[in-house]
T-cell receptor
Framework: NAGVTQTPKFQVLKTGQSMTLQCAQD?????MSWYRQDPGMGLRLIHY???????DQGEVPNGYNVSRSTTEDFPLRLLSAAPSQTSVYFC????????????FGPGTRLTVL | SQQGEEDPQALSIQEGENATMNCSYK?????LQWYRQNSGRGLVHLIL?????REKHSGRLRVTLDTSKKSSSLLITASRAADTASYFC????????????FGTGTRLKVLA
């Protein structure tokens, strides 16, 4: 199993550009989530999904969109990048819900100029 | 929103010593999890303790939970240089919102 994979590893954007961060898992997990981690901070939940076709907002959803068309994939879209979105983004998955152990991807380091 | 807050923010110890870090949270929970993050990497799950449990062990890790004080502690015994990492607690909402809230973490440095 590859576990949770994220692409790209690094990305630099200009203010106003849009992009999609990819996340995939091969463990047949129902629950997937996106977090952002700013320097010296913990993780803040952006969006999460409890299964294909079902998504919901976390603590900091503004400026981000998600969709879950398959169990495996959970892409995160930045609609119009802003410098405040400079961060490290982590995708995670767990078997059935957030109450199970979460498996994290390696992260995407995003810089918005 | 509720948040786990770890204490201390940073901890430096010698190899072989024990490391204790604490987590406090604000509202009732179903369970609490501890994660480790090595520099620049994703988080790795260490242990989950449910609200009806008071203590749990996993190898050199011991976690306690005091729901009356809304706090948890993580003890790493006989620490090793490889334990150098940041440690986070994460709490869910007892109302079952499927959201986990992470604390700001304790940075542990184990000196060889």
């Amino acid at each position: 199993n590859a576990g949770v994979t994220q692409t790209p590893k690094f990305q630099v954007l200009k203010t106003g550009q849009s992009m999609t961060l990819q996340c995939a898992q091969d463990m047949n997990h129902e629950y997937m989530s996106w977090y952002r981690q700013d320097p010296g901070m913990g993780l803040r939940l952006i969006h999460y999904s409890v299964g294909a076709g079902i998504t919901d907002q976390g603590e900091v959803p503004n400026g981000y969109n998600v969709s879950r068309s398959t169990t495996e994939d959970f892409p995160l879209r930045l609609l119009s990048a802003a410098p405040s979105q400079t961060s490290v983004y982590f995708c995670a998955s767990s078997y059935s819900s957030a109450t199970d152990e979460q498996f994290f991807g390696p992260g995407t380091r995003l810089t918005v100029l | 929103s509720q948040q786990g807050e770890e204490d201390p923010q940073a901890l430096s110890i010698q190899e072989g010593e024990n490391a204790t870090m604490n987590c406090s949270y604000k509202t009732s929970i179903n369970n609490l999890q501890w994660y480790r993050q090595n520099s620049g990497r994703g988080l790795v799950h260490l242990i989950l303790i449910r609200s009806n449990e008071r203590e749990k062990h996993s190898g050199r890790l011991r976690v306690t939970l005091d729901t009356s004080k809304k706090s948890s502690s993580l003890l790493i015994t006989a620490s090793r240089a490889a334990d150098t990492a940041s440690y986070f607690c994460a709490t869910d909402a007892a109302s079952g919102t499927y959201k986990y809230i992470f604390g700001t973490g304790t940075r542990l440095k184990v000196l060889a």
